[in-house]
């Protein structure tokens, strides 16, 4: 998309960790051979590859974990079909909303690129999207159906983890744009970038802030049950915002375990010491010829 930025902050700093990773596996002899377009992906799947389809298995699936006992009732089995239909609606409707949305400001960036082109003359000039303008692209979409499901078993399975991804699911689209396009849109490397760093790092780090996105949904009328906590993989967006709140949470006191703020101080350094260690990858990702 010539002329275009996605200055999106829950996604651009996954920019540095994406391309990071694509430059790992690059070094990989066997697996810088993998490359699978999203034609490979959706015939190897076929009806399966729906996003409908795959929402409605989720939802049956989450629904019968939580309603499936001796005894079940009509009723209990009318809660699991009603939450896969309403897991399929929302799993098919909401990123197409979203992405329609984002793309009737296409011609409106043009025009505001064009007025600045002649304003500043000589520069090169970029207009700044939300990141939903790209959610469409079938490699993204591709990656994302493969790991809704693998989510649910990533989240039971990685230590420490105590976030169940469901509504979630929805914006994976989001959440693995930089996990697909360092690498041109190579779903291997997408799916192999998800389950190995990106979902469980944002399950991590949506667990850790658990007890402040609580505190934030008292105040708004949120209804918590007493003792419980409430968070997102959304908060998990955060892996920049996540350090600088243990920083600032053992400054104030809020938390003083001194393990915690030297884990977020060596994740700071890992961060910015990938994004030097890319400084000039994407410059050379425009240059080269795409495959």
Same mark, same amino acid.
């Given at each position: 998309?010539?002329? @275009?930025?996605?200055?999106?902050?829950? +996604?651009?700093?996954?920019?540095?960790?994406?391309? =990071?990773?694509?430059?790992?596996? #690059?070094r990989?002899?066997?697996l810088? #051979?993998?490359?699978?377009?999203?034609?490979? @992906?959706?015939?190897?799947?076929?009806?399966?590859?729906?996003?409908?389809?795959?929402?409605?298995?989720?939802? /049956?699936?989450?629904?019968?974990l939580?309603?499936?006992?001796? %005894?079940?009732?009509?009723?209990?089995? =009318?809660a699991?079909?009603?939450?896969?239909? +309403?897991?399929?609606?929302?799993? #098919?409707?909401?990123?197409?909303m @979203?992405?329609?949305?984002?793309?009737g400001?296409?011609?409106? !960036?043009?025009? $505001?690129?064009?007025?600045? +082109?002649?304003?500043?003359?000589g520069?090169?000039?970029?207009?700044?999207?939300?990141a939903?303008?790209v959610?469409?692209?079938?490699?993204?979409?591709? +990656?994302?159906? @493969?790991?809704i499901?693998?989510?649910?078993?990533?989240?039971?399975?990685?230590?420490? &983890?105590?976030?169940?991804?469901f509504?979630? /699911?929805?914006?994976?689209?989001?959440?693995?744009?930089?996990a $697909?396009?360092?690498?041109?849109? &190579?779903?291997?490397?997408g799916?192999? &970038?998800?389950?190995?760093?990106?979902?469980?790092?944002?399950?991590?780090?949506?667990?850790?802030?658990?007890?402040?996105?609580?505190?934030?949904?008292?105040?708004? %009328?949120?209804?918590?049950?007493?003792?419980?906590?409430?968070?997102?993989?959304?908060? %998990?967006?955060?892996?920049? !915002?996540?350090?600088?709140?243990?920083?600032f949470?053992?400054? !104030?006191?809020?938390?003083?375990?001194?393990?915690?703020?030297?884990?977020?101080l060596?994740? /700071?350094?890992?961060?910015? %010491?990938?994004?030097?260690?890319?400084?000039?990858?994407?410059? =050379?990702?425009?240059?080269a010829?795409?495959?």
């Amino acid at each position: 998309m010539p002329g @275009i930025s996605l200055p999106h902050g829950d +996604t651009v700093i996954w920019a540095p960790i994406g391309f =990071a990773l694509d430059a790992l596996w #690059e070094r990989i002899p066997r697996l810088q #051979e993998i490359s699978i377009d999203p034609e490979t @992906i959706q015939r190897r799947l076929g009806i399966f590859g729906e996003s409908a389809i795959v929402g409605l298995i989720i939802g /049956l699936l989450i629904g019968i974990l939580a309603y499936l006992k001796p %005894g079940m009732t009509a009723e209990d089995a =009318a809660a699991i079909l009603k939450l896969g239909i +309403t897991t399929a609606a929302f799993m #098919e409707l909401m990123p197409r909303m @979203i992405a329609l949305l984002m793309e009737g400001l296409i011609p409106i !960036s043009d025009s $505001v690129r064009a007025f600045m +082109t002649r304003r500043f003359p000589g520069r090169e000039l970029y207009i700044g999207l939300d990141a939903a303008i790209v959610t469409g692209f079938p490699a993204i979409v591709a +990656t994302a159906l @493969i790991l809704i499901p693998l989510a649910l078993p990533i989240a039971a399975l990685l230590p420490g &983890n105590r976030v169940l991804p469901f509504a979630d /699911l929805s914006v994976f689209v989001f959440l693995l744009i930089w996990a $697909v396009a360092p690498s041109r849109g &190579n779903i291997f490397r997408g799916v192999l &970038n998800g389950v190995l760093v990106f979902i469980p790092l944002m399950l991590l780090v949506a667990t850790d802030t658990a007890p402040v996105v609580t505190q934030i949904a008292h105040p708004v %009328g949120a209804q918590v049950p007493a003792g419980q906590t409430v968070t997102a993989m959304a908060a %998990g967006f955060k892996t920049l !915002s996540w350090p600088i709140l243990e920083i600032f949470w053992f400054l !104030s006191g809020y938390r003083t375990d001194l393990p915690r703020l030297i884990l977020a101080l060596a994740y /700071l350094a890992v961060y910015f %010491g990938l994004w030097a260690l890319v400084w000039r990858r994407p410059q =050379a990702f425009l240059e080269a010829p795409q495959k």
